[in-house]
């Protein structure tokens, strides 16, 4: 690997550089990727040109140089000192734009700037960032002392400025990390303190400069004053600690796998980014980026995501994908192309030491659009499946998901279809010893799986016949075979193992056995049938485990691609997704490695191109002053891996070849043939070492032949073609279709053609064709970083950070745009765009002189642009002041076209109203007076039927009512005429109505009754003839009818009511049964312990009424004795203490016996408050009292209560039979005095 030095001969250079210096190629010094120690810490780009540093210097209010400080930068060389192991030798003397020392005397110079008062308390952003770095004293003061490129100038003139501002510093740690230090005082030598409070003194030349304050945490690493490894490693860390994980650094967006879940995603965020209303760094804004220009530009755009393994690519893949699935839907199809994601991730991805799902396959995701912008298909294209994992897992990692998925959620009936086990029971699943995931539920994501599956048109069947072959190549690894002779010759054992694999692909056991133990051979034109060792035969079986694996992957794949391409229309506008394996290196490294890193040295030249060399030699093709950039060029490690016949995948097919050829033979011909390259060194035994772009790579050759060979013996296809099930059929088709003849080679005997290309050459035109389609696109960079190796959140390493920052030469991309021109565009297309935003008119009509007006009347400073050849060429953010003019203006010319043809729209539209009236006008006339006369004509014929309807009906009338007046007049004369003879009718209709009384309704009997009166009424007035007799009328007894009808309606409602009431009169008697239980049981109960309360005072009164007989009777004998005893007596008593203890306890045992009173007192004043409580509330709830309250809550409350004073009752009376006690045994203490005086007196008498 080189570092190329690129120029131009319109730069102005202040060192003129010999041809032998500008043609210079030095090598790059090699660096393990396992240790940090080994790395450059040089690793940076020279300076812009002098104008530009001189711009960007006063734009940071640095001040500018002088013209003798401007040659000491550019002259000065770095003085190389090895003071501590990590430090290394600067191989140029233009690393950094200044030295140290002449940024602080700039500082000092221009104590006026924005940054030089915001740096007085780094402190405590330094005892923050670096909580690391505080190990102990002994380590921290092993500080090296790094040489880089510095000018000459020192320290010594900032002594004042530097004690009063308190300037901080950075310094390297022994260990690698970088420690911010506060400058004590400066000079050759400084003195600094760290941040645990150790002193140290270094030499200046070791010590970096660090950014103010008010750069802390910036989004974009093109802000920072000085740009330097520890101030990107301190600005990375300070956004990640802060849950900012995405950062750009030029057009690379730089994103640091948190391990947790952030609040960055959702709807929320993509409306966001969708309307420009946040503007922060993303995978959204990469999205939204690409699909607006491929929608402005109508280019093909790419989205390239690298990083190590457990960086986080697949994640933000999928981010990626959904944005645009957010901003391109509508169809449908855009969520089948999010759910292609877990079936490619469960078949695909695999648990590894470095990352729990780790992509063993890299994938092209390639989203077509139509021409509104929206999704109309996609594809998938995959590369490099690691086929070997299906056979094999180291310890501590597992196989590929869906395994596991099968195992743990398959249902009852799949499993005992598929004679499914558990995981620890198959071979290939069981020699990892590693089985689950912490956090993930195996059984959930199968479902997961199943139904992207159903969402994507893969049927049930195809589902079952999936999942059939996963337990098919499960079983394989465990069958096994028994020797059956001296040379070591197997045969199947037709175990339970066998028997499965067989029912599951569908063919016959003896088949399968014959397929796993011989090998037919055709020598001449004789058939050979060679039986196989047992290390053949387990190569045999695993051989056709890892070909039906891979074949099933790839049917996979190409049922998504009809499902995501079927009925859709492409306009060829793509955005492709690229998620390939990053740069893996481990303790054994063998050919999966070989190839991942190989497509990474790939990726990094395509980066390097796009990024350095394209760049650079367009500024040096359209001839704008430009400083040449240092870079990293990887070309020499892919010469070792493409170049022919001496390179490695030469070699590597050359030797797979042979049929001698061995791994150990293929070690020796590398060491012979490459150990000239600088990228390449033998070591011993089988292993190579190869310089990668990311440090240095141990590969052990065991195997590689075997994996590169990949060989499937004809018997195998055969046996495969054989199969009922149709999975298998397909697979032996595909194969069997790519050669028309076996291999005649008698070392490769049985070999199909189609397997004669090779995997390493196979991967390499896959390589060749998507570098190809990338170079078609552009694209999009964003760079995965690994915080950690254990991944745990909040934990970051700034070893392994700053290893990947070199690798993806983040530092290089952010100084090479910060001092580049990222925006060009050609002078017709400038002119075209902007030229109408020119107010006056240019004399000369070609594009550069259009070009040239625009930039001038717009004041973009000359600084901000150069004009090339053929192009125009801007800094950062310049061409966004135009965009925004351009939109502006445009919008308020849309605004004026808009209201003048609204004017237009308006006035023909007032026109053709007038006309339009004026037509109705006329036509609604016509149509009147037509109507007018229709309706006259039918007026004057109502009127004609009218009258003759009116006096027809009038006639019917007539006619009717003299019919009625004659039966009426013959009815009444007839009744008159019978009342003279008696009525004997009625008497005859009230029999009649008793009669039917029993079984007839009330109505229906009153009703008849009333007729056979009123027939017997109207047959007595035809023959009575009485006229004063009241009539009684059809109408009253209608009235009648309808009354008794509402009488039996309301009846029956009446009942009902009543059942009603019944029921609830006998709720509310069951609930007042039980009250009154619960009213008993609590009566019974307060009783009761009234009855002990009683008792107790009972007892206290009887032992107080004790003491007081004891104490009469002593009274008693003290007033027997004679006076005169007393009276000689009554001195003694006078000043002794037997008649003072006596009465001071009558005081006391009066005082008890009143404490005595009034508790009892209390207690029967209590007891009848409760009483009434209890009797009052127990009426209010029968309903014989009335009251505003709720008995049910009140009665809890009075049960609250009496238990509340019960307590306190029952401790005031065990603390008055505390005192009661005390006093009597005070009482007998007294008596015993009272007998001992007692004594005293007889005694005394006596003598």
Not at 58 to 71: H, R, V
Not at 624 to 643: G, H, M, Y
């Amino acid at each position: 690997m080189a570092s190329v030095r690129m120029s131009s001969p319109r730069t102005r250079e202040p060192k003129k550089l010999t041809r032998l210096e500008r043609t210079k190629v030095k090598a790059r010094p090699q660096a393990l990727l396992q240790s940090l120690k080994s790395l450059p810490i040089d690793h940076r780009f020279t300076g812009g040109s002098p104008s530009s540093s001189e711009s960007r210097r006063a734009e940071y209010g640095l001040g500018n140089l002088n013209e003798k400080e401007k040659k000491e930068k550019v002259t000065g060389e770095a003085k190389v000192e090895d003071d501590s192991p990590c430090s290394s030798k600067s191989s140029s003397g233009e690393d950094r734009p200044s030295g140290v020392a002449k940024d602080f005397d700039d500082a000092e110079e221009n104590e006026e700037s924005p940054y030089s008062s915001k740096t007085t308390s780094r402190e405590e952003r330094a005892a923050e960032g670096d909580e690391d770095v505080r190990t102990s004293s002994s380590a921290t003061s092993k500080i090296s002392a790094i040489s880089l490129s510095r000018s000459d100038s020192n320290w010594g003139d900032t002594r004042s400025y530097i004690a009063k501002k308190k300037l901080q510093a950075w310094c390297q740690h022994s260990n690698g990390d970088w420690v911010l230090a506060t400058i004590i005082s400066s000079g050759p030598e400084s003195v600094i303190s760290l941040p645990n409070g150790d002193v140290l003194r270094l030499n200046a030349e070791s010590l970096l400069p660090s950014n103010p304050e008010i750069l802390d945490g910036v989004d974009d690493l093109m802000q920072l004053s000085y740009l330097h490894e520890p101030s990107v490693l301190y600005n990375l860390h300070f956004r990640y600690s802060r849950d900012m994980i995405y950062t750009r650094a030029g057009p690379v967006l730089v994103a640091i796998n948190p391990f947790k879940k952030v609040h960055l995603y959702g709807n929320e965020f993509i409306e966001a980014y969708r309307n420009k209303s946040m503007n922060s760094p993303h995978v959204y804004a990469i999205a939204d980026t690409a699909i607006r220009e491929m929608i402005r530009d109508e280019v093909n755009q790419s989205i390239i995501i690298s990083g190590e393994s457990g960086a986080g690519k697949t994640e933000t893949a999928k981010i990626a994908m959904q944005y645009l699935a957010a901003l391109g839907g509508g169809s449908g199809i855009e969520y089948e192309i999010l759910q292609t994601s877990p079936i490619l991730e469960a078949f695909g991805n695999a648990r590894t030491l470095r990352n729990d799902n780790s992509s063993r396959f890299g994938k092209l995701i390639e989203i077509h659009f139509s021409v509104t912008g929206k999704i109309s298909g996609a594809s998938i294209q995959t590369f490099l499946l690691e086929k070997s994992r299906v056979v094999q897992c180291a310890v501590g990692e597992r196989s590929y998901h869906i395994f596991y998925y099968l195992c743990a959620g398959a249902t009852k009936s799949l499993k005992a279809k598929l004679n499914l086990r558990k995981a620890d029971e198959y071979k290939y699943l069981k020699q990892s010893n590693c089985y689950t995931i912490a956090g993930v539920d195996d059984a959930e994501m199968f479902h997961h799986v199943m139904k992207a599956m159903e969402v994507v048109h893969i049927s049930k069947e195809d589902q079952e016949t999936v999942f059939a072959m996963l337990a098919a190549v499960l079983w394989f690894g465990n069958i096994s075979f028994t020797v059956i002779d001296n040379e070591n010759h197997v045969d199947v054992v037709a175990d339970e193992a066998a028997q499965t694999v067989a029912k599951l692909i569908g063919c016959t056991i003896s088949a399968l056995k014959l397929s796993l133990s011989t090998r037919k051979m055709k020598v001449g034109n004789d058939n050979i049938v060679q039986k196989l060792t047992l290390s053949q035969a387990i190569d045999a079986r695993d051989a056709l485990a890892k070909s039906i694996y891979a074949s099933l992957f790839e049917w996979l794949v190409e049922q998504i691609n009809k499902s995501l391409g079927i009925s859709k229309r492409r306009t060829g506008r793509s955005i492709s997704i690229l998620d390939i394996y990053g740069f893996e290196s481990f303790d054994k490294n063998s050919f999966e490695q070989f190839c991942i890193n190989y497509a990474n040295e790939r990726l990094q030249q395509h980066f390097n191109r796009h990024l350095f060399k394209l760049e650079q030699e367009e500024y040096v093709q359209d001839g704008i002053d430009w400083a040449k950039v240092d870079f990293e060029d990887n070309q020499d490690c892919l010469n070792l891996f493409e170049k022919k016949p001496l390179g490695l995948l030469s070699l590597l097919d050359e030797e797979s070849t042979f049929p001698n050829g061995t791994d150990l033979t293929f070690a020796n011909k590398l060491k012979q043939h490459l150990n000239s390259r600088s990228c390449f060194r033998g070591e011993r035994g089988k292993a190579f070492t190869v310089q990668h772009y990311a440090g240095e790579v141990i590969y052990d050759t065991t195997g590689f032949l075997e994996k590169n060979r990949d060989l499937l013996h004809i018997d195998s296809i055969h046996l495969l073609a054989s199969c009922t099930c149709h999975l298998p059929q397909d697979f032996a088709s595909k194969m069997l279709s790519q050669s028309e003849n076996v291999a005649t080679n008698p070392h490769r005997l049985g070999v199909a053609d189609s397997q004669k290309l090779s995997v390493a050459s196979k991967f390499k035109g896959q390589l060749f064709q998507l570098m190809q389609r990338l170079g078609n696109t552009t694209p999009h960079f964003i760079r995965c970083i690994k915080p950690n190796n254990s991944q745990n959140p909040e934990k970051f390493e700034q070893g392994l950070v700053l290893q990947q920052l070199r690798c993806c030469g983040v530092l290089e991309v952010v100084r090479i745009s910060r001092s580049g021109y990222p925006t060009r565009m050609s002078h017709q297309k400038f002119a075209k765009r902007y030229g109408f935003l020119l107010l006056e008119s240019v004399a000369s009509q070609d594009p550069l002189s259009v070009s040239v007006a625009i930039l001038k009347q717009f004041n973009i400073h000359p600084e901000m642009y150069q004009v090339g050849y053929t192009k125009l060429f801007f800094r950062t953010g310049q061409i966004g002041v135009l965009e925004d003019t351009r939109n502006r203006t445009l919008h308020g010319i849309l605004r004026v076209q808009s209201c003048f043809r609204g004017h237009q729209a308006r006035r023909y539209a007032r026109k053709l109203k007038r006309g339009i009236l004026t037509l109705q006008s006329f036509i609604q006339g016509e149509k009147t007076r037509r109507i007018y006369s229709g309706l006259l004509a039918r007026h004057r014929a109502a009127i004609v039927l009218q009258r003759n309807v009116k006096s027809r009906a009038a006639r019917k009338k007539f006619v009717t009512a003299r019919s009625a007046s004659i039966v009426i007049q013959s009815g009444i004369r007839g009744w008159l005429v019978r009342r003279c003879s008696g009525d004997i009718t009625l008497l005859n209709a009230n029999r009649s109505f008793t009669d039917k009384k029993v079984n007839t309704p009330f109505s229906v009997l009153l009703i008849d009754n009333i007729f056979s009166v009123q027939h017997a009424s109207s047959h007595d007035l035809f023959q009575g003839g009485e006229a004063e007799q009241v009539i009684l009328k059809a109408s009253v007894l209608a009235e009648l009818q309808r009354r008794i009808l509402k009488s039996e309606a309301a009846l029956r409602d009446k009942e009902e009511e009543n059942d009603i009431l019944h029921q609830r009169l006998q709720q509310y008697e069951n609930r007042w049964s039980e009250y009154e239980q619960k009213m008993k049981a609590m009566e019974e109960v307060w009783q009761r312990q009234m009855v002990s309360l009683q008792s107790s005072l009972s007892v206290a009164k009887r032992s107080l009424a004790v003491d007081d007989a004891e104490r009469n009777s002593d009274a008693s004998v003290e007033q027997s004795w004679g006076s005169a005893d007393y009276a000689r007596s009554k001195g003694k008593e006078e000043n002794g203490t037997p008649r003072l203890v006596s009465r001071l306890l009558d005081r006391d045992m009066s005082a008890s016996l009143s404490v005595i009173n009034r508790l009892a007192e209390e207690f029967d004043q209590r007891t009848q408050v409760f009483a009434d409580d209890t009797k009052f509330l127990v009426e209010v709830k029968s309903g014989q009292a009335e009251a505003s309250l709720n008995p049910d809550k009140e009665l809890r409350r009075l049960k609250q209560d009496f238990e509340l004073w019960k307590k306190d009752f029952s401790t005031r009376l065990r603390e008055t039979k505390v005192i009661i006690n005390k006093l009597g045994s005070d009482d007998t203490g007294s008596d015993k005095g009272k007998r001992k005086w007692w004594v005293r007196l007889n005694s005394s008498r006596i003598l």
